[in-house]
Structure formats: structure tokens, C-alpha cells
């Protein structure tokens, strides 16, 4: 198994562009994830899906849009990129009604908006 | 999910225990504890969880309070290795949809 893996790693846009975030996991979890950490701070809840076809909103969800039309992945679409979206990315799953409840995390997107 | 509330930073010396400390009076009773570790700025990774019993792995221990208000997590011989930002987050474990928000965490240092 892969886990939860997101790409790119790395990306520089420039302000006003747009670009998708791609999550994608191989473990069957009905649960995904989106979440933001600025510089020195915690994470921050963009988007959450309980399930393909269903999504809500998180914490902060202005600038960003989600969508899950397979269980297996949840882009995360940002549209017209500001220096406030500068941070780093993370995208995690989970099995709610299974197992432990782990949540798996990805290894991180880092976007830099200029 | 019920909020938690952590010390922003602890200091401990190698080989020595830490116990990071997590108040959750709020939480309900089909809520677990939860902990996660984030080293530098990698993705966050599980280290234990509990409901109301106390709980061991290879990596932690959790002791959960009797009136389950608040949890401690123990590193019983920490390393240098072990310095991370520590999250406690509550949440239920099946159910209804649950947002998983985190809070800022407890960052540990682990000293010579």
C-alpha cells in the first residue's frame, strides 16, 4: 500500500493562477481530509468527505474547492491564487467505522503564491 | 469534536519520561483521545489512542482520567529524536461525519 500520497511537492504559482492539489489514497478509507499549516501553527481544516460524492466545508474553506468523485481521491482546487494560500498542504484519510480510526497523512504539498 | 487544550511547549532531557498533558472536559462518551506527533514539517503520524482505558504501545503510553476530562500522554525514555509538535485531538469513532480539527499542540523539546 502507498498510503496517502499528494502531488506536486512543490509548487510556485503566481498570484491569480490556479492549480489543483491531488490527493489520492489506496486504502479504502470513506474519510478524507484537507488541511493548511502556516509557518509555526497548527493545522487548519480546508475541506472534509465522508464519502464519494459528498463533501463540506472545514475551518477555512474561502479560495479553495473540493470535489470526490471516487473513493479513492480528493483534489483540492485553488482559484485565483493569493500570498495568503502560501503554506503547506496536507491531505489525510480515515476509515470511520473500522479499525482504529487512524488518520493517515500524506507527506505534504508546499505552495508558494508570489 | 470536542475541543482540547494543550500546553504550547514543554521541555524534557533525554532518557528521562515526558508527560505531555491534554484537558478535554468537553468530550462525550463515545469520543476517543487521540494523539499525534509532527516532526519538523513532515505529515502528522498516529501514536495512540484510548476511550476510557489506560493504553501501551511501542511507542506511548495514555492515561485517560477516571471522569475522562483529561488525558496524558507518556514517552517513558524520550529521545532527541522524540522532539515534535504533540496533538491531542477527541473525536468519535463511527458515526456521523466528524471535522477533525486540530488544535496548536505542544511543542516538546528534547534536550541532551
Known amino acids: 500500500n502507498a498510503g496517502v500520497t499528494q502531488t506536486p511537492k512543490f509548487r510556485i504559482l503566481k498570484i491569480g493562477q490556479s492549480m489543483t492539489l491531488q490527493c489520492t489514497q489506496d486504502?479504502?478509507?470513506?474519510?478524507m481530509y484537507w488541511y493548511r499549516q502556516d509557518p509555526g501553527m497548527g493545522l487548519k481544516l480546508i475541506y472534509y468527505?465522508?464519502?464519494?460524492?459528498?463533501?463540506d466545508k472545514g475551518e477555512v474553506p474561502n479560495g479553495y474547492n473540493v470535489s470526490r468523485s471516487t473513493t479513492e481521491d480528493f483534489p483540492l482546487r485553488l482559484e485565483l491564487a493569493a500570498p495568503s494560500q502560501t503554506s503547506v498542504y496536507f491531505c489525510?484519510?480515515?476509515?470511520?467505522?473500522?479499525?482504529?480510526?487512524?488518520?493517515?497523512f500524506g507527506e505534504g504539498s508546499r505552495l508558494t503564491v508570489l | 469534536d470536542a475541543k482540547t487544550t494543550q500546553p504550547p511547549s514543554m521541555d524534557c532531557a533525554e532518557g528521562r519520561a515526558a508527560n505531555l498533558p491534554c484537558n478535554h472536559s468537553t468530550i462525550s462518551g463515545n469520543e476517543y483521545v487521540y494523539w499525534y506527533r509532527q516532526i519538523h514539517s513532515q505529515g502528522p503520524q498516529y501514536i495512540i489512542h484510548g476511550l476510557k482505558n489506560n493504553e501501551t504501545n511501542e511507542m506511548a503510553s495514555l492515561i485517560i482520567t477516571e471522569d475522562r476530562k483529561s488525558s496524558t500522554l507518556i514517552l517513558p525514555h524520550a529521545t532527541l529524536r522524540d522532539t515534535a509538535v504533540y496533538y491531542c485531538i477527541v473525536r468519535a469513532h463511527t458515526g456521523t461525519a466528524s471535522k477533525l480539527t486540530f488544535g496548536t499542540g505542544t511543542r516538546l523539546q528534547v534536550t541532551l
Open positions: 468527505s465522508v464519502g464519494a460524492g459528498i463533501t
Open positions: 486504502m479504502n478509507h470513506n474519510y
Open positions: 489525510a484519510s480515515t476509515h470511520v467505522g473500522l479499525g482504529t480510526g487512524e488518520l493517515f
